[in-house]
């Protein structure tokens, strides 16, 4: 077990840590990694049971401040370093980690524990007082805007800690307290509330995530990207989440913070950097890479820091993958062994597959097309729309029935609601793993990054079409063309999986066409059966009274609960077009343990 402080935290010890449920996914993956024998900075969590006590009483859980002093000493034991003293000063990173996922949707703290004597120190300690001076603004500027939510504003970087302070308490109201302690306690609290903002329960609820699972914090010892030229931070994935190809993708932000990579304000470098710099350390990196997919039996995403040539990983989770990412690598795990059939086809979604056969460019129409931007294409797929520049008019427009583009300099989690809205995401700074990126793979939508400072102010008002798998953005709406999905070879093989577990038969409309007999009910123009959340019901009156029905066609039957409903009622098939997102909504169902009710009439 790992080592307790008491009722609401525990030390990451490298013993079997409690599940994801109390300690979230974030410590969850760093006790994995310390389990495997990779380097970790050090660690305590404030455990989702705690967060529950502040949530829902409205107040600070009783004795959670003397379970943070004994984190704390104990991670100056782990460290050799002292929290808010020199001559070698602990900083800490106040990090979130829910149960489940959820990839920039709530607020991290770096660098806690600097103030104007720990910066002396951490500058002499360093023989680099402009490290030093840097690490103290991103302090102050996170702390600012995550816990004392000040407004815009900008702490200049030749500026002092004593104008920033000023700064900060003319914009946000309050000034920054004084002890590192009581900075610490306000840090988590901010934490635990931003399980409730607006975004993340915009997230939650697109994603179908409990409201009532809450987050953990994890406090963990600093190491430092930005320290030297040795020195780093960038994420790695073990394959590439937009192809699928078996081959390790990721991006390097030489002398920098992790928040640097995913807050997108800067356009990070390919691995090759890291490769031609220090290449032991990127030898290091993939070979991790490679024990990380082994044991967790999939494709890892993955942030790291290097501090003066020396490697650490900081959290590793499942990837977020682009649809035609996620079919290539669930039917090559297949075929190497690692996953079986069944497993694959609970990995890969119905919605996946449908927007892996989404329309794609024709490849004719677009000769001569005008390209207006040009990026890295982060997220593939087509979005055809007008360009709106706000979150809050692209959400706006879009309940008017509107097809919008958002286009931003880069986003934040603060305009998750624009970018659910909107049909494709374009922006001038950030990589393939800033936040645009991964949101945009995370909810299936074409996304380009990198584009330049300076070039979606053109693109206002005009319609266009978002390539995010080109990474061009071109003028006007371009034709498209419909891809097949007998034409590969892998959703084949998904086809044939599903068919074999599938208590559902799903046929094209052709063959519904060329079956005699085939006693068939059709539900188009039914306005109930048009709607998913009323199919079962309108399933069920459509029906009553007719017997010896195998099929149904129309309506929303090709949905996940039409699906489920025919499965319910009995059916032998319905049809649909295309068949793989049905056939694998029922053989999911059906591993589910989902009641075939003309099974238990006939049982």
């Given at each position: 077990m790992s080592l307790e402080f008491g009722r609401w935290t525990l030390g990451l010890d490298g013993g079997t840590p409690p599940g994801r449920a109390l300690i979230g996914g974030k410590a969850w993956s760093l006790a994995r990694m310390q389990a495997l024998g990779l380097r970790v900075p050090p660690a305590f969590v404030v455990t989702t049971r705690a967060c529950a006590a502040c949530l829902s009483e409205g107040d600070w859980p009783e004795g959670l401040d003397a379970e943070l002093a004994a984190g704390i000493a104990w991670l100056e034991a782990q460290t050799g370093r002292r929290f808010?003293?020199?001559?070698?000063p602990l900083l800490v990173s106040v990090r979130s980690g829910a149960p489940v996922s959820m990839p920039g949707m709530m607020d991290t703290v770096l660098n806690l524990g600097i103030t104007d004597e720990t910066e002396?120190?951490?500058?002499?300690?360093?023989?680099?007082?402009?490290?030093?001076?840097?690490?103290?603004?991103?302090?102050?500027?996170?702390?600012?805007?995550?816990?004392?939510?000040?407004?815009?504003?900008?702490?200049?970087?030749?500026?002092?800690p004593e104008d920033w302070r000023r700064q900060i308490a003319a914009s946000a109201g309050a000034p920054v307290p004084e002890g590192v302690t009581v900075q610490l306690q306000a840090a988590v609290r901010a934490v635990f509330a931003s399980w409730n903002s607006r975004r993340a329960r915009r997230y939650r609820q697109h994603h179908n995530i409990p409201d009532t699972l809450g987050t953990a914090v994890t406090v963990q010892a600093m190491v430092f990207g930005n320290a030297d030229e040795r020195s780093g931070t960038g994420v790695l994935f073990s394959r590439n989440p937009l192809t699928g190809a078996a081959e390790a993708y990721g991006e390097y932000l030489p002398r920098a913070q992790g928040e640097?990579?995913?807050?997108?304000?800067?356009?990070?470098?390919?691995?090759?950097?890291l490769q031609a710099r220090l290449p032991e350390v990127h030898e290091r990196l993939l070979a991790a890479a490679g024990i990380l997919e082994e044991a967790g039996r999939d494709v890892q995403d993955i942030e790291f820091t290097i501090e003066r040539g020396r490697l650490f990983l900081l959290q590793s989770r499942v990837a977020k993958l682009a649809p035609q990412a996620a079919v290539r690598i669930a039917v090559e795990l297949v075929g190497e062994g690692v996953i079986d059939e069944a497993t694959a086809l609970q990995r890969v979604t119905p919605e996946q597959i449908r927007l892996m056969l989404s329309p794609r460019l024709d490849e004719a129409g677009c000769l001569g097309a005008s390209v207006l931007a040009q990026g890295e294409g982060a997220s593939p797929g087509v979005g055809i729309g007008a360009?709106?520049?706000?979150?809050?008019?692209?959400?706006?427009?879009?309940?008017?029935?509107?097809?919008?583009?958002?286009?931003r300099p880069t986003t934040s989690p603060e305009d998750l609601h624009g970018m659910i809205a909107a049909r494709a995401i374009v922006t001038e700074q950030g990589g393939s793993t800033s936040h645009a990126a991964v949101v945009g793979r995370a909810l299936g939508l074409p996304c380009v990054v990198g584009c330049g400072a300076g070039s979606i102010a053109a693109l206002a008002g005009r319609?266009?079409?978002v390539d995010g798998r080109s990474g061009q953005v071109f003028a006007g709406a371009l034709p498209l063309a419909f891809p097949d999905e007998k034409d590969s070879?892998?959703?084949?093989?998904?086809?044939?999986?599903a068919a074999a577990r599938s208590p559902l038969r799903v046929i094209a409309p052709a063959e519904a066409e060329a079956c005699d007999g085939c006693a068939l009910i059709d539900l188009d123009g039914s306005e109930a059966a048009a709607d998913p959340d009323r199919i079962a019901a309108a399933l069920t009156a459509a029906l009553?009274?007719?017997?010896?029905?195998?099929g149904a066609r129309g309506g929303a039957i090709a949905s996940e609960r039409g699906v489920r409903a025919a499965i319910a009622a009995g059916l032998d098939f319905i049809v649909a077009d295309p068949v793989l997102p049905p056939l694998l909504a029922a053989a999911r169902a059906a591993a589910e343990g989902l009641p075939n009710a003309e099974h238990e009439e006939r049982v």
């Open positions: 808010g003293h020199g001559p070698s002396a120190a951490l500058g002499a300690e360093c023989a680099d007082a402009a490290f030093a001076r840097d690490t103290h603004r991103r302090f102050l500027d996170l702390y600012a805007h995550i816990v004392l939510r000040a407004g815009e504003m900008v702490l200049a970087a030749a500026g002092e640097d990579v995913v807050s997108g304000k800067f356009t990070p470098r390919p691995l090759s950097v360009v709106v520049g706000s979150s809050d008019e692209a959400e706006q427009r879009a309940r008017g029935g509107e097809a919008v583009i958002l286009a319609i266009v079409t070879a892998a959703l084949a093989a998904l086809t044939r999986w009553a009274g007719r017997a010896g029905v195998r």
